[in-house]
């Protein structure tokens, strides 16, 4: 794979990780076991089946706790640091052929930014619905971004080519749509507490 096609898969894989941490981990795991995504020679330890199960059990314990009202909000505390190194790390697994300092410098850089973006976002929306709905909107917020850590990863690793597209319509959605809603709701929450 080369620097442009590795890189690409491992910032889609980066802002899927940016929604769950776990999922993301997973189906990269299950692509490189099936042979459909190649990783860096010191991350073949993902493609074992002890990864694998790892993996999966992560990902059923991290997806369930995000479906438990006020538990979700803790989960994103640990959440945004995890999903930051977990960003980076899965860039880093598809960047082959170069340097360890260019790999790691491409992975900290695009691969970090682009999870934790998404996983500040989320968090930003898992509160706003919390203070709005006393926790029982997250339902629907979890939803979503379990769909979003299955869909972008399996997109990403068939064509990684719509990775900029993706990337470009979730950046346009953050910063066009859910941040603007979130700083009037958080205005009208403050308003109706003073």
């Not at 993996?55 to 991290?62: P, Q, V």
């Not at 960003?87 to 695009?110: D, H, K, P, R, Y």
């Not at 979730?170 to 859910?178: E, N, R, T």
């Amino acid at each position: 794979m080369n620097l442009l096609l590795g890189l690409l898969v491992g910032i889609g894989l980066s802002a899927a990780c940016g929604f769950r941490v776990f999922v993301p981990l997973l189906i990269m795991s299950v692509a490189s076991i099936s042979g459909n995504l190649e990783l860096a020679e010191n991350f073949k330890w993902i493609s074992t089946y002890t990864a694998f199960f790892g993996f999966l059990i992560a990902t059923l314990l991290e997806v369930s706790g995000y479906y438990i009202p006020w538990v979700d909000n803790l989960l994103d505390t640990v959440a945004t640091p995890a999903a930051v190194v977990a960003g980076s790390i899965v860039t880093a697994s598809c960047i082959t052929e170069v340097s360890l300092f260019l790999q790691w410098s491409l992975a900290i850089i695009a691969g970090g930014t682009a999870s934790g973006a998404v996983q500040l976002t989320t968090t930003s929306l898992r509160g706003a619905s919390s203070a709005t709905t006393g926790g029982m909107g997250n339902h629907f917020v979890s939803t979503l971004e379990g769909i979003g850590s299955t869909l972008i990863p399996i997109i990403s690793i068939l064509f990684p080519f719509f990775t900029i597209l993706l990337v470009a319509m979730i950046s346009y959605i953050i910063f066009k749509k859910i941040i603007p809603k979130l700083i009037s709701i958080k205005r009208k929450v403050f308003k109706q507490s003073s």
